[in-house]
């Protein structure tokens, strides 16, 4: 299985980017998806999750009406929109696959298969 993140860089406070996750090796359209983030010096943090059809999206708080979670199982690619990109949003940016309900989602134990990461970095 391998997860492969991209479209992380470096932008000015307001930007955006797109995130990819491209999906390889595994029956990608039975797999919820996931998007978090690590900070230099904390933990792992929930960003988004969407549900295996795509019918069920969910966000962190700290990013709800700013980013936006999507998916094409034709392409085994999952996305992350960034928009109003803040610099306490500078982190490595990880995909991760799992196949547990909508109520785990959140939480990183839950996930099976993770990407390697694409660093976002927010200048001010």
């Known amino acids: 299985v391998q997860l492969q993140a991209s479209g992380g860089g470096l932008v000015q406070d307001g930007a955006s980017l797109r995130l990819s996750c491209a999906a390889s090796?595994?029956?990608?359209?039975?797999?919820?998806m996931g998007w978090f983030r690590q900070a230099p010096g904390k933990e792992r943090d929930f960003v988004a999750a969407?549900?295996?059809?795509?019918?069920?999206?969910y966000y962190a708080a700290s990013v709800k009406g700013r980013f936006t979670i999507s998916r094409d199982n034709a392409k085994n690619t999952v996305y992350l929109q960034m928009n109003n990109l803040k610099p306490e949003d500078s982190a490595v940016y990880y995909c991760?696959?799992?196949?547990?309900?909508?109520?785990?989602?959140?939480?990183?134990?839950?996930?099976?298969?993770w990407g390697q990461g694409t660093q976002v970095t927010v200048s001010s």
């Open positions: 991760a696959a799992t196949r547990v309900v909508i109520t785990g989602l959140s939480i990183p134990g839950h996930y099976n298969f």
């Open positions: 090796g595994l029956p990608f359209r039975n797999y919820n």
């Open positions: 969407i549900t295996r059809a795509g019918d069920g999206s």
